[in-house]
């Protein structure tokens, strides 16, 4: 018998409470509050950091940044190298492994090729959502780091939060990978990453801004409210008329939702009011394990594409916020339920029965275990499964993991794994 789709861990567990860190690229925003206490996450200066691992892994995004674009195969896919190398190093992989990674993530990318024209700082605006561009942004944002005395953190603050509607407002686009590639850049405390995460937001701007430029969209009422996120879902599962509207899962069914069925999509958005964001937030990394473990019905089914960027991009959230100025951490969450709920029905609103991972047996299984398996696997050359991994980890030592939940859903899913479904 499944459970029904609801909060499972323990609501009294105790939230982190450590004030907001002072950051000199946010100083005009130092007299802000913080909306949602949290620690900063772990970050690692590769810099300076040593052992052979961490240099190799240095030179390989250097490397990377200097040879490869940071999008490919007719600008429709995205370069996961310093995501996949990041995540792989963070998990243990030593110096050969990483280098086998960029060697094997290489053969998929192309190499940068000149823009139509430069951006200058008149003109950057006009060109955001223009792919052919990309070279241009990131030659504009480099150029940029000398008049901000090559403090990265700086420019990320000029060009993603400054402005009537800021660009970070589409940070989520493109299945949120400048979200992701963002957050690995303050992980690793990355200037070449951070310009490359500066150039995907630029590039992969699209029309999703608006709900969140526009107050109209996000003020408006909704026919029911919910504190839970979990029961927003379960409303969107059963909500008729949703029934039949799509007859495969896929990519291309999210265009066509925001083209034809916004309000009903927008009802669900902002039914889900955050009156407590660290414990809201908290659940939402929850949900977001349950979605991508939880739908996985047998060994047989390939795991859902998209709701491991549900998690992934959980992940990336949980990094940025206590880096962000702090009016831009519920936003930040708000695009990011944008994007679940959008998925959730692009992908025909599976059952998420949580059973499936609270009865799973560890039998002796740890982090130790997962680690391994991230790296040694066959698919330890996948950023996706890699990145998943590591992800659901960081949300066990955000949050802490009494009853083995997120440890549960990673051994589940490291064991299970043999591919990506989700799309015809």
């Given at each position: 018998?499944?459970?029904?789709?609801?909060?499972?861990?323990?609501?009294?567990?105790?939230?982190?409470?450590?004030?907001?860190?002072?950051?000199?690229?946010?100083?005009?925003?130092?007299?802000?509050?913080?909306?949602?206490?949290?620690?900063?996450?772990?970050?690692?200066?590769?810099?300076?950091?040593?052992?052979?691992?961490?240099?190799?892994?240095?030179?390989?995004?250097?490397?990377?940044?200097?040879?490869?674009?940071?999008?490919?195969?007719?600008?429709?896919?995205?370069?996961?190298?310093?995501?996949?190398?990041?995540?792989?190093?963070?998990?243990?992989?030593?110096?050969?492994?990483?280098?086998?990674?960029?060697?094997?993530?290489?053969?998929?990318?192309?190499?940068?090729?000149?823009?139509?024209?430069?951006?200058?700082?008149?003109?950057?605006?006009?060109?955001?959502?223009?792919?052919?561009?990309?070279?241009?942004?990131?030659?504009?944002?480099?150029?940029?780091?000398?008049?901000?005395?090559?403090?990265?953190?700086?420019?990320?603050?000029?060009?993603?939060?400054?402005?009537?509607?800021?660009?970070?407002?589409?940070?989520?686009?493109?299945?949120?990978?400048?979200?992701?590639?963002?957050?690995?850049?303050?992980?690793?405390?990355?200037?070449?990453?951070?310009?490359?995460?500066?150039?995907?937001?630029?590039?992969?701007?699209?029309?999703?801004?608006?709900?969140?430029?526009?107050?109209?969209?996000?003020?408006?009422?909704?026919?029911?409210?919910?504190?839970?996120?979990?029961?927003?879902?379960?409303?969107?599962?059963?909500?008729?008329?949703?029934?039949?509207?799509?007859?495969?899962?896929?990519?291309?069914?999210?265009?066509?939702?925001?083209?034809?069925?916004?309000?009903?999509?927008?009802?669900?958005?902002?039914?889900?009011?955050?009156?407590?964001?660290?414990?809201q937030f908290r659940e939402s990394q929850e949900l977001a394990a349950a979605l991508l473990v939880a739908t996985h019905k047998n060994h047989d089914e390939k795991y859902d594409f998209f709701f491991v960027h549900v998690v992934t991009t959980s992940h990336a959230v949980r990094v940025l916020l206590p880096m962000i100025p702090p009016k831009f951490q519920i936003p930040l969450i708000r695009q990011w339920w944008l994007m679940v709920v959008s998925f959730y029905i692009a992908q025909l609103r599976p059952e998420v029965p949580l059973d499936r991972i609270h009865e799973f047996e560890l039998q002796g299984r740890d982090w130790a275990w997962t680690a391994v398996k991230a790296i040694k696997s066959d698919h330890g050359?996948?950023?996706?499964?890699?990145?998943?991994?590591?992800?659901?980890?960081?949300?066990?030592?955000?949050?802490?993991?009494?009853?083995?939940?997120?440890?549960?859903?990673?051994?589940?899913?490291?064991?299970?794994?043999?591919?990506?479904?989700?799309?015809?």
């Amino acid at each position: 018998m499944t459970e029904p789709i609801s909060a499972t861990t323990d609501s009294s567990l105790k939230m982190l409470s450590i004030s907001l860190p002072s950051l000199k690229s946010f100083i005009p925003f130092s007299r802000e509050k913080a909306v949602i206490s949290l620690a900063p996450a772990k970050t690692h200066n590769i810099e300076s950091s040593p052992g052979k691992p961490a240099r190799t892994l240095k030179h390989l995004l250097k490397l990377n940044h200097a040879n490869h674009a940071i999008l490919y195969n007719n600008l429709k896919f995205h370069n996961h190298a310093p995501h996949l190398l990041s995540a792989a190093f963070l998990q243990g992989a030593d110096a050969d492994h990483l280098t086998r990674i960029y060697e094997t993530e290489s053969t998929l990318l192309d190499e940068w090729v000149d823009s139509p024209a430069e951006v200058t700082n008149e003109d950057w605006r006009d060109h955001l959502g223009r792919r052919e561009y990309q070279k241009a942004f990131v030659d504009y944002y480099e150029d940029e780091l000398v008049r901000f005395d090559y403090d990265w953190k700086e420019v990320i603050n000029e060009y993603l939060f400054s402005g009537e509607n800021p660009v970070f407002n589409s940070i989520i686009a493109d299945l949120g990978h400048p979200l992701i590639h963002l957050a690995y850049a303050y992980e690793m405390s990355s200037r070449e990453v951070a310009m490359e995460a500066l150039g995907l937001a630029s590039v992969c701007y699209n029309d999703h801004h608006k709900y969140l430029d526009d107050p109209l969209y996000s003020q408006t009422e909704s026919s029911y409210t919910a504190t839970s996120i979990f029961e927003v879902l379960e409303k969107v599962r059963s909500d008729k008329q949703l029934d039949g509207i799509f007859a495969v899962p896929g990519h291309d069914n999210i265009n066509q939702l925001f083209h034809s069925h916004e309000a009903v999509l927008l009802n669900h958005w902002n039914a889900w009011k955050i009156e407590n964001p660290t414990e809201q937030f908290r659940e939402s990394q929850e949900l977001a394990a349950a979605l991508l473990v939880a739908t996985h019905k047998n060994h047989d089914e390939k795991y859902d594409f998209f709701f491991v960027h549900v998690v992934t991009t959980s992940h990336a959230v949980r990094v940025l916020l206590p880096m962000i100025p702090p009016k831009f951490q519920i936003p930040l969450i708000r695009q990011w339920w944008l994007m679940v709920v959008s998925f959730y029905i692009a992908q025909l609103r599976p059952e998420v029965p949580l059973d499936r991972i609270h009865e799973f047996e560890l039998q002796g299984r740890d982090w130790a275990w997962t680690a391994v398996k991230a790296i040694k696997s066959d698919h330890g050359t996948d950023s996706h499964y890699v990145k998943a991994i590591k992800s659901l980890g960081d949300m066990a030592s955000t949050w802490g993991d009494q009853d083995s939940f997120y440890l549960k859903a990673a051994v589940k899913y490291a064991e299970e794994f043999n591919g990506w479904g989700g799309f015809v």
